[in-house]
């Protein structure tokens, strides 16, 4: 039971672009979501994160965006960098929960 | 400072063999959690602790899965009698607080068991 999705294995952008990444979720208990970034051989480092109060939380260069109504959120990336390629990983989690669950990743690849 | 540690990094164990997977959280670090991250999935939740005390063990698959922390530092995930649907990376994970709270929850590299 997937509790939170990202259907794009993999997202391929030009530098300078925007890249926006997806995800969804199924769960409407989930009132905290995260983003996080991985690069091989590493573990996942955190990115950015918003809770169900607010619907923006921007940081630098990175925007994530949240529709509880459709039960989405998305990351923006603006401008991309080479050095964002990485795979991005999106979770959620619900109040006074420790079981963070996971979406199973985009890869994102920004060519230079 | 030094970031989570794990060892070993990469682990090949024959089918039935018992394998032992370590994690050094932060120094200081009051919650530790371990994940199971099968090829092409997210990291799934396994098992946390906060302090020596084992909290939650819900996401372990099945009692062939043992986790520790008797210091309430170091940590050891082992399994018993490996199958082939072990195969995955395990991913340590600590924070400075009690529970969960996401943005400081710092990973480790992960150890990558393969069973053969």
């Known amino acids: 039971d997937q509790q939170v999705k990202q259907n794009s294995p993999s997202l391929s952008v030009q530098e300078g672009r925007i890249s926006i990444l997806n995800c969804d979720y199924t769960n409407s208990m989930f009132d905290y979501f995260l983003w996080y970034k991985k690069y091989p051989a590493e573990g996942p480092t955190f990115l950015i994160s918003i809770s169900s109060i607010k619907d923006k939380n921007e940081d630098g260069r990175f925007t994530v965006f949240l529709n509880k109504s459709a039960k989405h959120l998305s990351l923006h990336i603006v401008p991309s960098q080479p050095g964002d390629s990485a795979v991005y990983f999106c979770?959620?989690?619900?109040?006074?929960?420790?079981?963070?669950?996971f979406g199973a990743g985009t890869r994102l690849t920004v060519k230079p | 400072g030094a970031g989570v540690s794990q060892s070993p990094r990469y682990k090949v164990a024959k089918r039935g063999q018992d394998v032992a997977l370590r994690c050094d959280p932060i120094?200081?670090?009051?919650?530790l959690f371990w994940y199971q991250q099968a090829l092409g999935q997210g990291p799934e939740f396994l098992t946390y602790f906060q302090n020596e005390a084992q909290l939650d063990k819900s996401g372990l698959p099945s009692d062939r899965f043992f986790a520790e922390r008797p210091e309430g530092s170091v940590s050891t995930l082992k399994i018993q009698r490996t199958q082939q649907e072990d195969s995955a990376v395990y991913l340590c994970?600590?924070?400075?607080?009690?529970?969960?709270?996401?943005?400081?929850?710092?990973f480790g590299p992960g150890t990558r068991l393969t069973v053969l």
């Open positions: 979770a959620a989690s619900a109040k006074n929960n420790n079981d963070m669950r």
């Open positions: 994970a600590s924070t400075p607080v009690r529970g969960w709270i996401g943005d400081t929850q710092y």
């Open positions: 120094s200081g670090h009051v919650s």
